[in-house]
């Protein structure tokens, strides 16, 4: 359960610092829109998430959250793959 934890936290980490990294330049309107939307919700289901680690309901919201960030072009391309393993690795059972 603990190890479970900490790769969740890890994925957290991971996608927060290349958000912050990655953020910048000159994207389309609409998708740049679109992925702040996605960054405020990922935010509002990490929170709850953080608040209730083994709430099942909050995990998968989290999941989703984080997988539907990986669309936005805020991420390296390199580095998208990595994210993408280290998303479906989150078990919330």
Do not use: H, W
């Not at 890890?10 to 309107?29: F, K, M, N, T």
């Not at 998968?60 to 998208?80: I, S, V, W």
Request: glycine share 4%; charged share 25%.
């Amino acid at each position: 359960m603990k190890t479970n934890l900490t790769s969740r936290l890890v994925l957290v980490l991971c996608v927060a610092a290349a958000l912050l990294v990655g953020c910048g330049g000159d994207d389309d309107p609409t998708t740049s829109k679109t992925c702040d939307n996605s960054i405020e919700s990922y935010e509002a289901t990490l929170n709850a998430f953080i608040a209730d680690p083994t709430n099942k309901s909050k995990c998968q919201a989290f999941k989703n959250e984080a997988a539907d960030l990986l669309d936005c072009p805020y991420l390296a391309a390199g580095k998208r793959k990595e994210y993408e393993d280290a998303v479906a690795a989150i078990s919330c059972d």
